[in-house]
């Protein structure tokens, strides 16, 4: 096997927007020089994920510039987990970076990136520092999600790793295999192993606009991720329900010995009523909590495909 300290690889970099034309006219000349001082094999591939601004216009005379540039437009809004699939299936690089459009992920560390690459990882991917930028509620449900994915779970997820990456070909090989269409990408790159290190970064301020990814968008990525990689929904269930029953049977004991043994009569009504009330929502929560394990399994059965690519211009390394 060829040293990798000695070899400068190809380079391919993903790179899925939404709503992102200003800041893709500043951020893509600025990335792809960035790749071009690591390797003179280099190919930048925008994956346009629905955009209703002026994406399309921007990133076709950005490719004309540059025969680098790939421009993949979906053909409706799939959500980043697809558009990340979408080009990490056509990226041709020995080695893959994936960042965002919105200029937060600094080409400052690809450089170090590369070298830990050569060093022989074969993930190198970016932990931040702090959510300095997010409020106390966003930090903590965060905190919270990773520390209840990671209990039901047999792979352990980073805590405040994203998609900002480099990867080696063989680990975007796995990931491309994987056939799954609930996809979350963070549990991906952890399933799929292989030598993995750390690099801590700080995100730099958005060069403009606000951020299309708010709250209900991350409730819902959380969501599809702790359906897809824990089962301590139904852990809880299990232990509530156990909880439940013996309690339930402790109160039936009582009454029965303060009936016989002290002989006091326990009025029956208002306990019945809240037992059925409390009991009726744990069925619901229940219910609906078992509903989406059904729903995703019911998406995988229809086999229905993660994206679709309505257009693609530009050259890049070519197949």
């Known amino acids: 096997m ?15 927007a939404f709503n992102e034309a200003r800041n893709l006219s500043i951020g893509v000349p600025q990335t792809l020089t960035a790749l071009q001082q690591l390797s003179p094999q280099a190919e930048l591939i925008v994956v346009d994920d629905g955009s209703r601004d002026d994406t399309a216009e921007v990133m076709q005379g950005l490719c004309a510039d540059h025969t680098q540039v790939v421009y993949v437009k979906l053909s409706r809004n799939f959500g980043k987990e697809s558009a990340l699939t979408a080009g990490l299936a056509i990226a041709r690089g020995e080695t893959v970076v994936l960042m965002d459009a919105d200029g937060q992920h600094p080409t400052s560390l690809l450089p170090e990136m590369l070298l830990k690459w050569k060093q022989g990882a074969d993930v190198v991917y970016a932990v931040r ?31 405040n790793a994203g998609d ?12 491309n295999a994987l056939p799954e269409r ?12 292989f030598n993995s290190t750390a ?25 599809t991720g ?34 016989f043994i002290w002989g006091i009569s326990v009025p029956g009504y208002a306990t019945l009523v809240v037992g059925m009330m409390f009991l009726s929502g744990i069925q619901l929560l229940s219910i609906g909590i078992l509903a989406e394990y059904v729903g995703r399994i019911y998406d995988e059965v229809k086999q229905r495909p993660s994206y679709i690519v309505a257009q693609r211009s530009g050259q890049g390394l070519g197949d």
């Open 2 to 16: 060829t040293s990798r300290t000695s070899t400068t690889p190809s380079i391919s970099c993903v790179m899925p």
């Open 129 to 159: 520092k702090s959510r300095a930028d997010h409020s106390a509620l966003q930090a903590g449900l965060v905190g919270l999600f990773y520390k209840l994915i990671n209990w039901g779970s047999h792979i352990e997820i980073p805590a």
């Open 164 to 175: 900002f990456r480099l990867m080696d070909r063989q680990v975007v090989n796995a990931l």
């Open 182 to 193: 609930n996809r979350f990408m963070k549990g991906l790159y952890a399933w799929v192993g």
């Open 199 to 223: 690099i801590d970064y700080e995100p730099l301020p958005r060069a403009d606009g606000l951020s299309n990814f708010g709250l209900g968008g991350s409730f819902a990525l959380a969501l």
């Open 226 to 259: 702790m359906v897809a990689f824990s089962t301590a929904p139904l852990r809880l269930l299990t232990w509530l329900g156990l909880l439940l029953a013996t309690a339930a049977l402790g109160y039936g004991s009582w009454v029965v010995l303060d009936h």
